[in-house]
């Protein structure tokens, strides 16, 4: 079953082909991020109007790249949700028109239930049930799988998502956007121990918190920059990215032993950081949980997660119609 998968949520249009949901045979990712940059975030109407010059290159690219013939494809899977509405409505528009001219079902996936699946792409024997830690520029989900499209919300961010903390933090060291990837660059030169900004363990469930770390960076900077002293960029990065994979990763490996799972995954964005899998993966050997991620190019947008998300909820027997709309707060629950 070969299918067609599309992704515009944010500010990535991307496409990608898939044999039988796990094998990829394509996955052209078109970014944005230069292009909003210079806003120090994704402007909504500039993604949108990308989204459209864009759509049309990426899907033919992951078509002839997949060495497919447009009348090969059996499915249409694509991005109704979470995201920016204006954006999402470019990509759905583009495989309903597609679905409907190959004449082909069309599925609907949930942008969150994508990022997890980028680790059945990843690891081809991994099998529901596990725990996964959904660490993404939006969402900070600790989510039970209790089989293909089956998800328990174990616990959430109260305020800010662990990625929106990472750019935020990024963007008041004057960094640049986005923010995540530079501050993991940079904290591989600092100390950890340099700076002790507090660890929000809450309470002792699952859910999680970073306005506070990011309130206490925001301090401590304006301290610095108050008495004219030099801010250590390096281990203020180190420090920060420390205290906030600390509580991720003791979180996430906490949930999957408690729970009774083997197994803990990470998906979305945040979840290429090199301090966070190191840090997991150092926590997971102790409680004897194994512990799995994608490659750095599956945690972050891409179409080839939305692919293989689709092909599970095809298998379940879930199809829509032409009257499918872009959702953007849809729950990974729905
Ligand atoms: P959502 O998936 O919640 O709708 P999104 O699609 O914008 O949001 P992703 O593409 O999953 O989010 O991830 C982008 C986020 O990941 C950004 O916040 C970025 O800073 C962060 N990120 C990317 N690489 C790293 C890294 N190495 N370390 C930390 N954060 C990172
Ligand atoms: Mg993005
Ligand atoms: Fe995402």
Same mark, same amino acid.
């Given at each position: 079953l070969i299918t067609l998968a599309i992704e515009s949520s944010c500010d990535e249009t991307a496409a990608s082909v898939l044999k039988n949901g796990r094998e990829v045979l394509s996955n052209i990712i078109s970014t944005q991020i230069d292009i909003h940059k210079k806003f120090g975030g994704v402007v909504p109407e500039v993604a949108s109007r990308k989204h459209v010059e864009n759509i049309?290159?990426? $899907?033919?690219?992951?078509?002839? #790249?997949?060495?497919?013939?447009? +009348?090969? %494809?059996?499915?249409?899977a694509v991005t109704y949700g979470p995201g920016l509405v204006g954006a999402l409505l470019v990509g759905?528009?583009?495989a309903k028109?597609?679905?409907?001219?190959?004449?082909?079902?069309? $599925?609907?996936?949930?942008?969150? #239930?994508?990022?997890?699946?980028? +680790?059945? %792409?990843?690891?081809?024997?991994?099998?529901?049930?596990?725990?996964?830690?959904?660490?993404?520029?939006?969402?900070?989900?600790?989510?039970?799988v209790k089989d293909y499209g089956e998800y328990e919300i174990l616990g959430r961010t109260r305020d800010d998502a662990s990625g929106e903390a990472f750019d935020k933090v990024a963007r008041a060291m004057e960094l640049g956007y986005p923010g995540g990837p530079i501050i993991d660059r940079l904290a591989k030169e600092g100390d950890p121990k340099a700076i002790e900004f507090p660890r929000a363990y809450i309470d002792d469930g699952y859910d999680f918190s970073f306005s506070g770390i990011k309130s206490a960076v925001l301090n401590y900077l304006n301290a610095k920059r108050m008495k004219k002293e030099e801010i250590p960029v390096a281990d203020v990065a180190a420090s920060f990215q420390d205290a906030v994979t600390d509580v991720l990763a003791s979180k996430a490996v906490k949930a999957a032993s408690e729970k009774g799972y083997k197994t803990v995954t990470l998906?979305?964005?945040?979840?290429?950081?090199?301090?966070?899998r190191e840090k997991i993966q150092k926590f997971g050997e102790e409680k004897g949980v194994d512990v799995k991620f994608p490659p750095p190019v599956l945690c972050t947008d891409n179409a080839a997660m939305i692919g293989c998300a689709g092909y599970y909820r095809y298998l379940k027997g879930r199809v829509d119609g032409m009257d499918l709309n872009a959702v953007p707060n849809l729950q990974i629950t729905e």
């Open positions: 049309d290159i990426v $899907v033919q690219q992951a078509i002839d #790249e997949a060495g497919i013939e447009m +009348n090969d %494809i059996d499915m249409i759905l528009s583009y028109a597609m679905a409907y001219a190959l004449d082909v079902p069309l $599925v609907g996936v949930n942008h969150i #239930e994508g990022h997890l699946s980028a +680790n059945y %792409i990843a690891h081809k024997e991994l099998e529901p049930p596990f725990v996964t830690l959904i660490v993404s520029g939006g969402h900070t989900h600790l989510v039970e998906s979305g964005g945040v979840a290429s950081n090199s301090g966070l």
